[in-house]
Each structure stands twice: as C-alpha cells, then as structure tokens.
C-alpha cells in the first residue's frame, strides 16, 4: 500500500471553529488531492496540489483553503468549520499527471460539525 | 466539465453469480482514462481495474472485467464469481489525459447474498 497517513482519523468539532486535516505521505509523489465524500455525490475534489508551494481549487474549494510546504504533507484547513462540511475527507497521491497512474488513497478522516 | 454516472445506487447479486455495475461518462476529449475503485466498509479506496482510452481491449483483472464501449462513452464494470469479499461501495472515475484530477460517479453499492 501507498504510504499516506491521514490525521486524524476522527474528529467532532463545533461550527464556526478552524479545522486542520493533515495528509503526509512517503512515496515522494508530486501530486496530492484533498476530495470529500458524501452520499450520492461520489468523491469531490476539493483542492489539488503539483508542488511545494503549488496548489489549485477543485469544483467544491468553498470555504476551504490548503497548503504544501514540504513535498511529504499537505494541509487542508476549514478557516470556520460549518454544519455542510461534515464529510468523509480523502487525502490522495498521484506519480504523474497525464497517464493511467491510479490515484492511492489514504483511510480518510471522519468530520462531524455540530 | 467531465461528468460521470453511475444509475445504479445499490445492486444485488448472489455468490458465485456474476453481476455487471454500469457506468457512463461525458467528455469531448479523446485521450483519457477510466478506472473502478471499490471502497468496503473500512473506508479504504482499492483500485480494481484501469481502462486506457486508446485500448481497444477490455481490460480484465481475474474476476473484474469491463466493458467498454467508447462510442457509447460506457464503462461497464463484470464481477464474475461474486464472493462475499466484493461486498462494497463501487466508484467508477475519469481522468483526462491532458490533466491529472479524479472525476468520480456517485457509487454503486454491491451487496453479496450468501
């Protein structure tokens, strides 16, 4: 398995307050995704990076921000969590950009805003 | 904007029988990937099989076929010998060859009947 660590695993947190995800990995891979989960929506991409310091917004980047100052983590973080952004969060890694490399997946992090 | 669907919310088949998850994709590019990734109760994202676009061959992974048809822009995912273990959430994702990000369907749930 691809070597990604995900943190936490679970969280609860009240509305209005900040939230950090965090995603490391040591597959030194380029690319990192952050996607959400909800039912009958799929997985979503929230923001996506292709470097230290490079990062760009998927089609559900409200109210979400991230950053990448090493190669091995990418932060995610919810300035003021609200009650919509209780979801399965999925940090993934990508070797290439353009061919039939598969996304690796970590085990998701659980967040419930009450 | 790539989108991908998936009819089917929930499918039923019993061990040892073969059942076919459907998916469709919308997409004005020739050059793009298609993959299966199943998901099981422990959250984790497993590929199950890949599909290049240019490969005129239906791509077969033991009991995980696929047939697709790319006129039809169809990708339609055979288990055959169903066990227990399939069990799952089923997610059918495009990626385009001129860009790295996962569009993914909403999930089929597949439930194995002993």
């Known amino acids: 398995d691809a070597g990604i660590t995900q943190s936490p695993r679970h969280k609860v947190t009240e509305t209005g307050t900040p939230v950090t995800l965090r995603c490391h990995q040591t597959?030194?891979?380029?690319?990192m995704y952050w996607y959400r989960q909800d039912p009958g929506h799929g997985l979503r991409l929230i923001h996506y990076?292709?470097?230290?310091?490079?990062?760009d917004k998927g089609e559900v980047s409200d109210g979400y921000s991230v950053s990448r100052s090493k190669t091995e983590d990418f932060l995610l973080t919810l300035e003021s969590a609200t009650s919509s952004q209780t979801s399965v969060y999925f940090c993934?890694?990508?070797?290439?950009?353009?061919?039939?490399?598969?996304?690796?997946f970590g085990n998701g992090t659980r967040l419930t805003v009450t | 904007a790539q989108t991908v669907t998936q009819s089917q919310p929930e499918m039923s088949v019993q061990e040892a029988e073969t059942v076919t998850l459907s998916c469709t994709y919308d997409?004005?590019?020739?050059?793009?990937?298609l993959f299966w990734y199943k998901q099981p109760p422990s959250r984790q994202m497993i590929l199950v099989i890949r599909?290049?676009?240019?490969?005129?061959q239906n791509a077969t992974e033991n009991r995980f076929s696929v047939n697709f048809q790319k006129a039809a822009k169809s990708f339609s995912l055979k288990i055959s010998d169903s066990q227990l273990g399939d069990a799952a959430m089923y997610f059918c994702?495009?990626?385009?060859?001129?860009?790295?990000?996962?569009?993914f369907g909403a999930g089929t749930i597949l439930r194995v009947k002993s």
């Open positions: 993934a890694i990508s070797e290439h950009e353009t061919d039939n490399s598969p996304l690796h």
């Open positions: 597959e030194n891979h380029r690319y």
């Open positions: 990076s292709y470097g230290v310091k490079d990062t």
């Open positions: 997409t004005s590019e020739s050059d793009y990937y």
């Open positions: 599909q290049e676009a240019y490969k005129q």
């Open positions: 994702a495009y990626r385009s060859g001129y860009g790295n990000k996962l569009v």
